[in-house]
């Protein structure tokens, strides 16, 4: 027999008060602890708490400074400027706010963009710039140099203008392969490195082969003394190597050559690749190039996150903590551009 709501409700009202009032508790502590923290509130909460900074000037003294339609406004006190709990956060300027945290939990559960506004109320386009701001706020969190053995190699995807009315360039028809032999301006050259304590990096870098200053965008910033690189025999892995006085062991594909010393490899990356070509597949059907390193920053955390015991709540609290990720948000177009205009 399947109990109705009403059925429930009934019964429900005829248990004594006392037990009634300590089952209401229990089922609330429940939704608390099953549902994800709540973004806003808990942006807020850390601000209180002063583990914030400015998000004009860093400073990590403020003062709270009443409200502005409904936001909790502060006042920094080395550059005296005012801010709120979301300037610069994904959360500025978005008009629903009441509807975040809901969307976080079906995004991270990777609902379709029409099932979230089926759900939600929110119109598809809403619904995808969402997705974006949110992944724009986890590109930079999480990230640490890399150190031991750091393995490195790119893959290709095929150049896509998914969801774009008209198209500048012949399309092609899904699931189909680029015609061209070899790697061609059709393709797109994502780098991606790993280290074997669970840093990663996942870079669009370029249309077709990729040179020495892609690598350096993609990882300079993170590589150190103690980073040992393993790469394949390309001339521009070779460089990059050299210019930064890297312990480098490259591996000789063409001499089928795998594995150096039963540690130096690059097969952690590339079974990386697989799984990160299956999910854009599976779960998207195929990705615009233009939103490409957002999924990147999606995959990546997705990794990262893997083995914690809450990846859902860990991925929103990481959302709340980038005061640029409205600035990068909006860099989309310009970094998309640079792309385009890189094919050699
Ligand atoms: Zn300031």
């Keep these: 027999m399947k109990l109705t709501k009403e059925d429930i409700k009934s019964y429900l009202l005829t248990l004594p008060k006392l037990e009634l009032d300590s089952l209401i508790k229990e089922l609330q502590d429940?939704?608390?602890t099953s549902s994800l923290a709540s973004c806003k509130l808990s942006r807020r909460e850390m601000l209180n708490n002063k583990q914030g900074s400015c998000p004009h000037c860093e400073h990590l003294k403020y003062v709270k400074l009443g409200f502005d339609k409904g936001a909790q406004r502060y006042k920094c006190k080395s550059c005296k400027r005012n801010f709120t709990e979301y300037t610069g956060t994904w959360m500025a300027g978005i008009h629903k706010k009441n509807k975040i945290d809901e969307y976080m939990e079906l995004m991270l559960q990777e609902k379709s963009l029409d099932k979230i506004k089926e759900e939600l109320k929110i119109n598809k386009k809403t619904a995808f710039d969402w997705r974006h701001k949110i992944l724009s706020s986890i590109e930079e969190t999480d990230k640490d140099s890399f150190t031991g053995i750091t393995e490195s190699d790119e893959t290709f995807l095929l150049f896509s203008e998914k969801g774009k009315r008209t198209l500048s360039r012949k399309g092609r028809k899904r699931g189909t392969n680029s015609k061209k032999r070899g790697v061609s301006d059709e393709q797109v050259a994502v780098i991606v490195t790993a280290d074997r304590t669970g840093q990663r990096e996942l870079s669009v870098a370029t249309l077709g082969r990729i040179r020495k200053i892609d690598i350096e965008?993609?990882?300079?910033?993170?590589?150190c003394e103690k980073t040992v690189l393993c790469s394949d025999s390309h001339v521009s892995y070779k460089g990059f190597a050299l210019?930064?006085?890297?312990?480098?062991?490259?591996l000789?594909?063409?001499?089928k050559q795998h594995v150096k010393d039963g540690v130096y490899h690059v097969q952690h990356v590339n079974s990386m690749h697989n799984r990160l070509k299956k999910w854009l597949n599976d779960q998207f059907w195929g990705v615009s190039t233009k939103h490409l390193q957002q999924y990147m920053n999606w995959f990546r955390m997705k990794e990262t996150l893997k083995t914690t015991a809450e990846p859902q709540t860990e991925l929103a609290k990481r959302t709340i903590l980038d005061v640029k990720a409205r600035a990068r948000y909006f860099e989309i177009?310009?970094?998309?551009?640079?792309?385009i205009s890189s094919q050699n």
Excluded: P, V
């Design 252 to 255: 000789r594909a063409d001499l």
């Design 333 to 339: 177009d310009d970094k998309y551009k640079l792309i």
């Design 243 to 250: 210019d930064n006085t890297l312990e480098h062991h490259a």
């Design 217 to 223: 965008k993609s990882i300079g910033s993170r590589i």
């Design 30 to 32: 429940f939704t608390k």
